[in-house]
């Protein structure tokens, strides 16, 4: 049985990941914050799955706080592991290594240009990650946009309470793309490169974009709510000067293309948008 060690297996992916595959990989867990990297052994694990991180934060994080979790923290496991004789070390990335919201579609081979320190200490973590590999140590890199499922916390939680409380809202007419992915589709793919034991950076989405008013259609048909949307004259331009992050995420895209993940894996995503927003719902 492949062995596998999983960094962050509390939190939302991890989670979900061990209980989906806990009968197909043996599975071994470390934290940062209760664990000591200097007594882990890791020489007989197949595969280390790096998902402990600092995620990006609403009001912000020090630039310090990021390079720590997010860089430092991950070299030193990659070092270990490497050290250690494990032949693949998968590491968990964001779509923000690209930058920010745009009419243009990100894929694989965009050029990065992170505008937050989130994004800007993930990118720096996947090149130094990329500078240990070798013929006996490959690096996969696993990029997302926003992951939703069961538990998921903060917008996607807070949009799902907003559309349980209230029916009448303004956000009627939002055109914008927005790719995400359900957490079974990426953990599908995990789990395939896994599998078939390639490396590289892969790019993951569900089949299609949602814009702001099919999400909130959508999450209130699987709560059983009746929502009407209306568009108010100003309120965007209005949300756009008080509250300009949120504006951004309301009305802003960030469209993925993910042809080459898919060609390179053949893979196919189990499950649609439609499925993942009922399941998400369903199981709250």
Avoid: W
Wanted: aromatic share 10%; proline share 3%; net charge neutral.
């Amino acid at each position: 049985m492949h062995k596998l060690l999983i960094t962050g297996s509390n939190g939302f992916v991890g989670s979900y990941f061990i209980n989906k595959y806990k009968d197909k990989y043996k599975i071994q867990t470390f934290s940062f914050l209760r664990d000591d990297i200097n007594s882990l052994d890791c020489s007989d694990m197949d595969t280390v799955f790096h998902l402990s991180a600092l995620v990006h934060q609403m009001e912000g994080e020090s630039s310090e706080a990021y390079e720590k979790v997010n860089v430092t923290q991950t070299l030193e496991l990659a070092k270990k592991a490497k050290e250690s004789g494990v032949k693949h070390f998968v590491f968990m990335s964001t779509v923000k290594v690209y930058g920010e919201e745009t009419s243009n579609k990100y894929s694989e081979n965009t050029h990065c240009n992170p505008e937050d320190e989130y994004g800007k200490s993930k990118l720096k973590a996947e090149k130094l990650l990329l500078e240990l590999e070798s013929d006996d140590f490959k690096v996969i890199i696993i990029r997302t946009p926003i992951v939703y499922g069961f538990g998921v916390k903060a917008n996607i939680k807070n949009l799902v309470n907003l559309v349980n409380k209230v029916p009448l809202l303004p956000f009627g007419h939002i055109e914008n793309k927005r790719s995400m992915v359900y957490i079974g589709n990426l953990c599908h793919l995990v789990d395939e490169v896994m599998t078939q034991k390639k490396d590289g950076i892969f790019l993951i989405s569900d089949d299609e974009p949602l814009s702001t008013s099919k999400l909130i259609e959508l999450i209130a048909k699987n709560l059983g709510k009746k929502i009407y949307l209306i568009k108010i004259p100003f309120f965007e331009s209005l949300l756009k000067l008080v509250k300009p992050s949120f504006h951004k995420r309301l009305y802003g895209s960030l469209e993925v293309d993910n042809t080459t993940t898919k060609e390179k894996l053949n893979l196919r995503n189990p499950y649609s948008v439609e499925d993942g927003i009922k399941l998400m719902i369903q199981q709250n």
